[in-house]
């Protein structure tokens, strides 16, 4: 006899973000880590898949998490694996389901977003929205235009993110003194439209048709999750609330208790001392084979002046032995454009000389200002180089998407190395709201180096790594799919 499986989202908040697509064209889910976000989320891709003309796509504005272990791609396996003659196509990232519906996965952030062209969805999710810009949220709209005569609609997960613009787009939602959503407001609709790139709001549609009369209302409901709302996920991981509560003071208010109000500006600076390990560099070069990867990172300055930024040049590398970021070396200075070309040379004969097990592999570079000619000059004479193009438009919020890698401790510096002590002070005087602190000597707040290091630790480089291959056995493990299996979805009708 065939086996019937019932699939549905707990009871609560997770059930109304699943039906939430019947009364409100954008749906944001979230507040705060483990409430259930990402399992609702692929399941509200699921109620449409009997019908073959159903497109939906999730979006992820970090490819690596997208893809790796407890991501997105590996929530929807669990629960889309269970449908008889549903297939994933690995290689381009969809499930096609026995309709012919498609279920696609695609990393999407602002360099990237022109690539969406030609795509028609009829449901779109973003997973983590803080992860992207607002231009290229509000693009992906262009592309919700589906066949399939389903409702069109978005769903988004996110996290607490003080400078992000999803804190002001939830503002109505959330309270302004304490940080924490209003309860009575969570589950509510609004409805907004957006005029020269601002957004204008009203508690009914027919007040913005009034107002506005050329433009087409969308109406937005915010739900608050909180991990007690996951009850199935306590069950098997009780320990999970410990786990939250072990956070610094910033990352607890904000991933435990839901704060939008707080970040690491209020307790002062964002980076410290403590958070860096060190190592001793002249012991690490005489261990063969220790480092396996290195690279340079250039974050470049147009002017010269006393008042002016700096050029940096970082010299990173990784082992084969852990997972951490080694800062070998980093030159912090004021430098004219035509002197810039002999010290990359200079650096780049150096240390490749000195790491002859693992040579850098070229030149990282920012593509802006002086940059552009930089990566030319660079390129033709021969050196490998690389243009490094940001997600994030402001350096907080570059810094937020690394910053739990030098939290844990994850970023190793050289000892007794003269430039560490000014490298240490100026991440110890960046703050989040971008007002740093002076550091001795200066006219001006500085933050090349750290914007540096943001750099070295960013997807676009760390993705570009090929694996290492370090023997052992290439065997897989083939599992089976029990295919006589019935699945019944339980599709919420109304609340």
């Known amino acids: 006899m065939s086996e019937i499986i019932t699939i549905s989202p ?7 973000f699943v039906a939430s697509h019947q009364v409100a064209d954008i749906t944001v889910y979230g507040g705060s880590a483990g409430g259930g976000k990402s399992w609702g989320l692929c399941f509200s891709a699921l109620q449409f898949v009997d019908n073959p003309n159903y497109r939906g796509v999730f ?16 929530e929807a396996n669990k629960i889309y694996s269970k449908f008889k003659g ?23 952030d602002h360099n990237n977003k022109e690539k969406l062209k030609g795509t028609q969805y009829d449901f779109i999710g973003f997973d983590e929205l803080t992860e992207y810009t607002i231009d290229t949220f509000t693009y992906a709209f262009s592309r919700l235009r589906g066949s399939s005569g389903i409702k069109s609609h978005v769903k988004c997960t996110t996290n607490p993110e003080k400078n992000s613009w999803v804190r002001d787009f939830l503002d109505w939602w959330i309270d302004p003194i304490t940080g924490y959503a209003i309860p009575e407001r969570s589950g509510k609709i609004r409805w907004f439209v957006r005029v020269g790139g601002n957004f204008f709001w009203a508690n009914t549609k027919e007040e913005l048709i009034q107002e506005y009369p050329s433009f087409y209302p969308k109406s937005v409901m915010f739900i608050r999750a909180s991990v007690e709302d996951n009850q199935e996920m306590l069950k098997m991981n009780p320990e999970y609330i410990a786990n939250l509560q072990m956070q610094d003071a910033v990352e607890y208010a904000k991933l435990c208790l839901g704060n939008w109000n707080i970040d690491h500006s209020s307790y ?10 060190w190592y001793n560099l002249d012991t690490t070069l005489q261990r063969p084979g220790f480092f396996t990867q290195s690279y340079f990172v250039v974050d470049t300055a147009s002017k010269i002046n006393s008042w002016n930024d700096y050029t940096t040049i970082g010299l990173y590398a990784k082992s084969r032995w852990d997972k951490n970021w080694y800062l070998v070396n980093m030159i912090r200075k004021r430098i ?10 200079s650096e780049w004969t150096h240390w490749r000389e000195i790491l002859s097990d693992a040579p850098p592999m070229g030149f990282y570079v920012e593509d802006k200002q002086t940059g552009q000619s930089l990566i030319d000059l660079i390129r033709s004479i021969g050196v490998p180089v690389f243009a ?57 707040p500085h933050d ?13 480089i760390n993705n570009s790594f090929k694996p290492l291959k370090l023997g052992g056995s290439s065997d897989l493990l ?12 339980n599709i919420l009708t109304d609340y």
Not at 414 to 421: A, D
Not at 448 to 460: E, G, I, P, T
């Open 10 to 16: 707990q009871e609560g908040k997770q059930s109304l």
């Open 59 to 74: 979006f992820r504005g970090d490819k690596s998490s997208l893809f790796q272990g407890g991501g997105l791609w590996d």
């Open 86 to 108: 549903a297939k994933p196509l690995q290689g381009d990232e969809i499930w096609v389901f026995p309709s012919g519906a498609e279920i696609h996965f695609r990393y999407l």
């Open 268 to 277: 002062g600076s964002c980076i410290k001392e403590d958070d860096f390990s």
């Open 336 to 345: 004219r454009f035509d002197e810039l070309l002999k010290i990359v040379l």
């Open 388 to 444: 490094l193009r940001t997600k994030q438009k402001d350096k907080y919020t570059r810094l937020c998407a690394v910053q739990g890698y030098i939290k844990n401790q994850m970023v190793m510096l050289p000892q007794s190395k003269n430039w560490t002590k000014v490298f240490i002070e100026e991440c110890e005087c960046f703050r989040a709201d971008l007002e740093h602190s002076l550091m001795r000597g200066e006219t001006k």
């Open 448 to 460: 090349d180096q750290v914007d540096n290091l943001v750099y070295a630790l960013c997807d676009q």
């Open 478 to 489: 083939a599992v089976s799919r029990n295919n006589n299996r019935k699945i019944k979805l």
